[in-house]
């Protein structure tokens, strides 16, 4: 009897690992929802949402909301990234796990403009891949790494976009990103430093950052 109950127990785990679920992917760059067709994921992701809210001395400039599969991993990833003086990024991330399931929305970290001890290079360049100045930025709360982004798209008019600032490790961590928005490839990578260490990452998130920013400065 024991034999047959572990047999039926690991048949029930093996179903349950191996089941994919379907998920809404969509994104919007002015609401805080948005719906679309359902996909079916990979084994091991779940369903997600991304919240990226960017501000302009306190006011918000723009959000972009998205869902789609996600690692399981990443259901709780959330950070920030502050350049220019004014400008600051904060991104969030949730997740459910039915199909089609509607996550919450994303919590975002929580503002925080003391000053930390750090301090960066701050320059934005269009139309680049590389920029460098002799201005600086404060590095505030949880913004420990200095960051160089840069974003360019391929699609029927190619661009780019370079940004220094201030970055929490969460993004730096994200590394690059391949994005792909009405047949337009996004490709976003993120370089950091903490004192003379280079840090790269290398996971890939579909979050929105890097296109929400290009939008923004161009």
Request: glycine share 8%; charged share 10%; proline share 4%.
């Given at each position: 009897?024991?034999?047959?109950?572990?047999?039926?127990?690991?048949?029930?785990?093996?179903?349950?690992?191996?089941?994919?679920?379907?998920?809404?992917?969509?994104?919007?760059?002015?609401?805080?929802?948005?719906?679309?067709?359902?996909?079916?994921?990979?084994?091991?992701?779940?369903?997600?949402?991304?919240?990226?809210?960017?501000?302009?001395?306190?006011?918000?400039?723009?959000?972009?909301?998205?869902?789609?599969?996600?690692?399981?991993?990443?259901?709780?990833?959330?950070?920030?990234?502050?350049?220019?003086?004014?400008?600051?990024a904060?991104?969030?991330?949730?997740?459910?796990?039915?199909?089609?399931?509607?996550?919450?929305?994303?919590?975002?970290?929580?503002?925080n403009?003391?000053?930390?001890?750090?301090?960066?290079?701050?320059?934005?360049?269009?139309?680049?891949?590389?920029?460098?100045?002799?201005?600086?930025?404060?590095?505030?709360?949880?913004?420990?790494?200095?960051?160089?982004?840069?974003?360019?798209?391929?699609?029927?008019?190619?661009?780019s976009?370079?940004?220094?600032?201030c970055?929490?490790?969460?993004?730096?961590?994200?590394g690059?990103?391949?994005?792909?928005?009405?047949?337009?490839?996004?490709?976003?990578?993120?370089?950091?430093?903490?004192?003379?260490?280079?840090?790269?990452?290398?996971?890939?998130?579909?979050?929105?950052?890097?296109?929400?920013?290009?939008?923004?400065?161009?």
């Amino acid at each position: 009897m024991r034999s047959v109950f572990g047999f039926f127990c690991t048949l029930s785990a093996l179903i349950s690992t191996c089941h994919s679920l379907s998920c809404i992917r969509c994104i919007s760059m002015t609401t805080d929802s948005c719906n679309g067709p359902s996909i079916t994921c990979p084994a091991d992701q779940v369903c997600g949402a991304s919240y990226t809210l960017t501000t302009a001395s306190g006011v918000t400039a723009s959000q972009t909301y998205s869902r789609d599969c996600v690692p399981k991993q990443y259901c709780t990833f959330n950070g920030s990234m502050g350049f220019a003086q004014n400008i600051r990024a904060r991104i969030g991330f949730s997740c459910c796990s039915t199909d089609n399931c509607l996550p919450s929305l994303p919590a975002l970290a929580a503002e925080n403009n003391q000053p930390n001890g750090l301090v960066c290079r701050s320059c934005i360049s269009a139309d680049s891949e590389w920029c460098y100045t002799d201005d600086t930025i404060q590095c505030t709360g949880d913004e420990n790494m200095c960051l160089l982004q840069t974003t360019k798209n391929r699609g029927s008019v190619s661009s780019s976009i370079a940004i220094r600032g201030c970055a929490t490790k969460s993004i730096c961590d994200l590394g690059r990103q391949v994005v792909t928005i009405d047949r337009v490839n996004y490709i976003t990578n993120h370089q950091c430093t903490s004192g003379s260490v280079p840090v790269f990452g290398g996971i890939f998130l579909p979050i929105l950052l890097g296109i929400v920013l290009t939008k923004l400065l161009c």
